[in-house]
């Protein structure tokens, strides 16, 4: 029974840190493309939200394969989470003229 909480903390962990990871990077973008000196804040976000992220798994693993495999689990559900949170909602377009 405790192996489960664990691995459900590990996944929820890495739920979160995909989270920070993929909404940091949303948020790099956005500030990014208006910034005067992009490659700063590109260059300045990848090295904190690695890492963030790889201090996280190294924690939450603990040398375990499957409590490792499941926070990356999680990181890769918050990835599809954050797209769809961030995506445009498409223009709806005029039917083609016949």
Do not use: K, N
């Amino acid at each position: 029974m405790a192996d489960v909480a664990a691995w459900a903390v590990a996944f929820m962990a890495g739920v979160a840190l995909g989270c920070v990871f993929f909404g940091g990077l949303w948020w790099t973008v956005r500030r990014g493309a208006a910034s005067a000196a992009p490659a700063w804040w590109f260059v300045a976000s990848l090295v904190l939200r690695t890492a963030l992220v790889l201090a996280g798994f190294y924690a939450i693993g603990a040398g375990q394969p499957a409590r490792m495999g499941l926070c990356l689990l999680g990181f890769l559900m918050a990835r599809v989470i954050v797209l769809r949170s961030t995506r445009r909602t498409p223009a709806v377009e005029a039917p083609p003229c016949a």
